[in-house]
Structures are given as C-alpha cells and as structure tokens.
Nanobody, 122 residues
Framework: QVQLVESGGGLVQAGGSLRLSCAASEWTFRNYAMGWFRQAPGKEREFVAA????????YYADSVKGRFTISRDNAKKTVYLQMNSLKPEDTAVYYC???????????????WGQGTQVTVSS
C-alpha cells in the first residue's frame, strides 16, 4: 500500500508559479509510474501529467503543455509538478496518483493522495 501526500498548493496571481510535491511512503516508489490530476468545483477529475518510473517519458494534457513540468526524485520518493504561467482556469484541487504503468486515465490509478488546493486569482 503506497501512501501519497501532496503539498505546495496555495493562492497565486495569474502568471505566477507554484511547485507541487507528492511524497510517497514506500521505498518501492521507484516501481510506480506517477500521475497528477486535478478537479475543479463542479467538474470531473481530469488528467494533468504523468511520468514513467525512470522519468524518461512524460505525458501532458494539452491545456498545460508548455507551462507545467512533471519530474521525480526516486531517492527522495517524491514527484513534482512545476506550474508556470498559471491561469485562473488552473484553479482546482490537485491530486497525485500511482500505478504500475504510465497512464492518462484516472480510473487506472491504484493509489491517490488527499489533494492540495491551487487557486489562481485574476
């Protein structure tokens, strides 16, 4: 059982940056592909970014491509989401998730964190 804890959310002005972190409890973290998802009020949870175990392959949603970067540090058992040029429409609760193989589909992920709120003001 992998436990995931997100941090780094907050309130930022449009055009600003935030870096989210997701720390895992298990040393087997390196065996998991990691994903970031977000859920805005009244909307379904949507894919943001995903990364393979080695960090060699990354997928991004079109809405964040070129602005967000997913990365990981297996020694620290942590995955990051660097968010630049933030827009009000990026406002959501952001979740990290883990599974055996990289995927953009939320229903395929086995483990989830509790989420961290990101609010972008205009």
């Amino acid at each position: 059982q992998v436990q995931l804890v997100e941090s780094g959310g907050g309130l930022v002005q449009a055009g600003g940056s935030l870096r989210l972190s997701c720390a895992a409890s298990e040393w087997t973290f390196r065996n998991y592909a990691m994903g970031w998802f977000r859920q805005a009020p009244g909307k379904e949870r949507e894919f943001v970014a995903a990364l393979t175990q080695s960090g060699g392959i990354a997928y991004y949603a079109d809405s964040v491509k070129g602005r967000f970067t997913i990365s990981r540090d297996n020694a620290k058992k942590t995955v990051y989401l660097q968010m630049n040029s933030l827009k009000p429409e990026d406002t959501a609760v952001y979740y990290c998730a883990a599974r055996s193989f990289i995927s953009t589909t939320k229903d395929e992920y086995d483990y989830w964190g509790q989420g961290t709120q990101v609010t972008v003001s205009s």
